[in-house]
């Protein structure tokens, strides 16, 4: 984990959402702003763009097939090579000012996806739970972490094997891994500022 490799400039306006395909061997990203989806074959380091009509913001596995998709339409889906995304439900109508934002598949297969207010002012909301992955519930809210100011801001994260947190952090130049209680186990510096999100992937995760 101390050794990072730079291996594809791919100049988004806004990347997120990396998403690892075990049956096709490839890592899948969302370039948000420029309405645009990426896959990467790491073998052979081909790298595909799909250019849709919607900027899509997380990507899930469909076991039909293709993608659910978080959009800043509404939920809906989509296939690759398509241009069009079938957008199936608008969620919040009646505010205009969100759009989703971050979203995965959790072990039980349900696609969980959070909006964002994008209108003038700032508004941010901070909390974890318990999680019930059998029937989906979620209790006991409470803060997880208390990141400090100069950290930068948590966006998105994977967690690992262990259950072990890595939290992307905007703004922070690093990701950060947590212990179930919360506790910094390690950081791991990078090169750039806006580190949206991670992702584990590989033939061995």
């Not at 049956?23 to 790491?42: F, T």
């Not at 998709?69 to 969620?91: C, E, F, R, S, Y």
């Not at 690992?160 to 209680?181: C, K, L, M, N, Y």
């Amino acid at each position: 984990m101390s050794e990072l490799e730079h291996i594809l400039g791919c100049q988004c306006r806004l990347g997120e959402g990396p998403l690892w395909h075990t049956a096709e061997q490839a890592l899948y990203w969302v370039d948000i702003e420029g309405q645009r989806i990426h896959r990467l074959r790491p073998a052979t380091m081909q790298h595909e763009t799909f250019d849709v009509d919607v900027a899509v913001t997380a990507l899930g596995l469909r076991q039909a097939g293709g993608f659910v998709v978080a959009t800043a339409a509404g939920l809906g889906a989509w296939q690759p090579g398509d241009a069009h995304v079938v957008i199936t439900h608008n969620v919040e109508p009646d505010r205009p000012y969100n759009r989703f934002n971050d979203g995965a598949v959790d072990p039980g297969g349900r696609f969980w996806a959070g909006t964002m207010y994008t209108g003038p002012g700032e508004s941010r909301y901070q909390g974890a739970y318990d999680y019930d992955a059998a029937t989906g519930a979620f209790a006991n809210e409470r803060v997880f972490v208390q990141v400090p100011e100069d950290g930068g801001s948590p966006d998105g994260l994977a967690v690992d094997s262990q259950g072990f947190v890595w939290s992307a952090r905007w703004e922070g130049w690093r990701i950060v891994r947590h212990d179930p209680t919360g506790r910094v186990e390690r950081e791991v510096r990078l090169p750039v500022a806006a580190v949206t999100s991670c992702a584990f992937g590989g033939p061995n995760l």
